[in-house]
């Protein structure tokens, strides 16, 4: 599949969402528009099972704006999928005819199998946390999966989620302390029937709405120093922090904080709990969040179906960094020869000691190599400044927090100051030790970056030996190479200052000494 621009309207419990996608090879999947209107279908269920005359009604309102808006984004290729609300109603045949009569558009009732596996493809394609149990709580349901290196195990649907939850244990706006113990006592009951998450110790992976308000007001509660929620990771702790936080909020407190969706303040406390219980079921430490979900799961098996290529869930990372470069204006044969150039000249250091092989320490030189100084697209003199925002402050699929931060220090890598500048907001996440190699690593990137100045990919080779005071480091060139021999000199300072050593640079022009 070449090009594609579709939609997909996912029709949950609580909301209802129009989102506008473009795909193509070269760049990728790109959201190019995301609509959300708060429905709350489950709450129209009657006792009888019947969803009301008057949610049908809400939810035909809704599809015909969609119409509308699709009309003016020029978009004819729509999918629309229901979960829970519409599969639990009694009438939901009537429900999907009417629909098709009225706005024109056909309705896909997911099953509970279906919903489970399209979030775990979401996952899967989109972090790079190679096992885990999944859970992704709506309005309605809640899946949990279990995925074992990126291969998918168990899947299960709960018919709870959280406004029917909260229909069911709350009886005001807020939970009060017995009904939060019923509540729980329910959920640890519920999850304690899986024999397959108990006690198997993996991070569990937040999808939907709810989790990412969780991620969003934690964030906002500590000052984090960078955007987004996807790869965001939690602890247990900070999840029980957030609890008693949340329990000592007023209902109007809830609606006016940070972080936190106004439409989802009645709910967000059940689904807290909800995670609360799973980390404890499942014994994990981590708490991660990814942005992708149902949608992102429909749309990366429909691509996969036609493309099988088009996505690699077991080197999510990689494909994302590439993508990413040719965004900035960088090729791939470009990309491919930085990475050449960057291995090249470690091994260099690493073959006479002054660095000490590691093929993590390798894998993450070359992952910066993709995208060093990208912000150069932007504008060249301040491409630092520009190359560390765009790293740190995007969503950056099969990348931690961490990760990300570590990525955009050595991309942006121009000098020690600058360094210190960039890392100043996150001098807790790592030690002096760590940022020391990541600063070298940076210096080492700058002078492969400068070996190809002019893009005209003129080195071919790095060797280095030592001499009785110096190094040497002779540079193969294929044909003149003036600028890259002016940038390498302007730059072995910071190379020399990383390896603790002077340095002379020798170009070799096609078998004979130019130095």
């Known amino acids: 599949m070449n090009e594609l621009k579709t939609a997909i309207i996912d029709i949950g419990s609580n909301t209802i969402r129009l989102v506008l996608y473009q795909y193509d090879n070269e760049e990728g999947l790109r959201e190019l528009g995301n609509i959300k209107t708060v429905a709350?279908?489950?709450?129209?269920?009657?006792?009888?099972?019947?969803m009301s005359v008057e949610g049908?009604?809400?939810?035909?309102?809704?599809?015909?704006?969609?119409?509308?808006?699709?009309?003016?984004?020029?978009?004819?290729?729509?999918?629309?999928?229901?979960?829970?609300?519409?599969?639990?109603?009694?009438?939901?045949?009537?429900?999907?005819?009417?629909?098709?009569?009225?706005?024109?558009?056909?309705?896909?009732?997911?099953?509970?199998?279906?919903?489970?596996?399209?979030g775990y493809v979401a996952v899967a394609y989109s972090m790079g946390t190679q096992s885990a149990v999944t859970i992704d709580i709506g309005g309605g349901s809640t899946e949990i999966t279990l995925f074992e290196n990126k291969e998918i195990q168990q899947s299960h649907s709960f018919p709870f989620g959280t406004v029917s939850l909260?229909?069911?244990?709350?009886?005001?706006?807020?939970?009060?302390?017995?009904?939060?113990?019923?509540?729980?006592?329910?959920i640890k009951e519920q999850f304690q029937s899986l024999p397959w998450i108990k006690n198997v110790a993996l991070p569990i992976i937040?999808?939907?709405?709810?989790?990412?308000?969780?991620?969003?007001?934690h964030q906002q509660k500590h000052d984090y120093p960078i955007a987004s929620v996807h790869g965001y990771e939690m602890t247990k702790e900070n999840l029980d922090?957030?609890?008693?936080?949340?329990?000592?909020?007023?209902?109007?407190?809830?609606?006016?904080?940070?972080?936190?969706?106004?439409?989802?303040?009645?709910?967000?406390?059940?689904?807290l709990e909800v995670f609360r219980v799973l980390m404890e079921v499942v014994d994990s430490k981590a708490f991660q969040l990814?942005?992708?979900?149902?949608?992102?799961?429909?749309?990366?098996?429909?691509?996969?179906?036609t493309d099988a290529l088009a996505f690699d869930k077991y080197n999510v990372f990689e494909g994302n960094a590439r993508r990413l470069a040719r965004q900035y204006g960088r090729t791939e044969m470009e990309v491919d020869y930085l990475m050449h150039l960057a291995d090249q000249l470690y091994r260099e250091c690493c073959?006479?000691?002054?660095?000490?092989?590691?093929?993590?320490?390798?894998?993450?030189?070359?992952?910066?190599?993709?995208?060093?100084?990208?912000?150069?697209y932007i504008e060249l003199s301040s491409s630092s400044q520009h190359t560390f925002y765009l790293i740190a402050n995007q969503s950056i699929d099969g990348?931690?927090?961490?990760?990300?931060?570590?990525?955009?220090?050595?991309?942006?890598?121009?000098?020690?100051?600058?360094?210190?500048?960039?890392?100043?907001?996150?001098?807790?996440?790592?030690?002096?030790?760590?940022?020391?190699?990541?600063r070298d690593f940076g210096a080492l990137l700058k002078f492969v970056y400068a070996l190809n100045v002019s893009k005209r990919n003129v080195v071919h080779a790095i060797e280095m030996h030592t001499e009785e005071d110096h190094v040497q480091l002779d540079i193969y060139v294929k044909k003149n190479a003036a600028a890259e021999k002016y940038q390498a000199n302007r730059h072995r300072k910071h190379l020399e200052r990383a390896l603790k050593i002077p340095m002379k640079i020798n170009f070799i022009e096609e078998g004979w000494n130019n130095g």
């Open 166 to 186: 909260k229909q069911r244990f709350v009886k005001g706006d807020i939970m009060n302390s017995s009904e939060k113990g019923e509540l729980i006592a329910y």
């Open 399 to 438: 990348l931690n927090h961490l990760e990300r931060v570590k990525l955009a220090l050595l991309a942006s890598y121009k000098n020690k100051d600058y360094f210190q500048r960039f890392a100043a907001p996150f001098a807790t996440w790592m030690d002096r030790e760590e940022y020391r190699k990541i």
């Open 241 to 271: 922090d957030l609890s008693l936080f949340l329990g000592r909020l007023s209902f109007q407190e809830l609606k006016q904080l940070d972080g936190l969706s106004s439409d989802r303040a009645d709910i967000i406390v059940p689904a």
């Open 290 to 305: 990814t942005k992708r979900g149902l949608r992102e799961g429909l749309i990366y098996d429909r691509i996969l179906q």
């Open 206 to 217: 937040a999808i939907g709405g709810s989790a990412r308000n969780i991620a969003q007001m």
């Open 40 to 50: 709350r279908l489950r709450t129209y269920i009657q006792p009888s099972g019947e």
């Open 56 to 118: 049908i009604q809400v939810l035909s309102e809704t599809l015909l704006t969609f119409k509308a808006m699709l009309e003016d984004f020029e978009v004819t290729d729509v999918k629309a999928a229901a979960t829970a609300a519409i599969r639990q109603a009694t009438n939901r045949d009537q429900i999907i005819k009417e629909m098709k009569e009225r706005t024109g558009i056909q309705i896909e009732l997911l099953s509970e199998e279906e919903e489970a596996y399209f």
């Open 351 to 376: 073959h006479l000691g002054y660095l000490q092989y590691n093929p993590e320490d390798l894998h993450l030189l070359t992952k910066a190599a993709k995208v060093f100084n990208i912000g150069e």
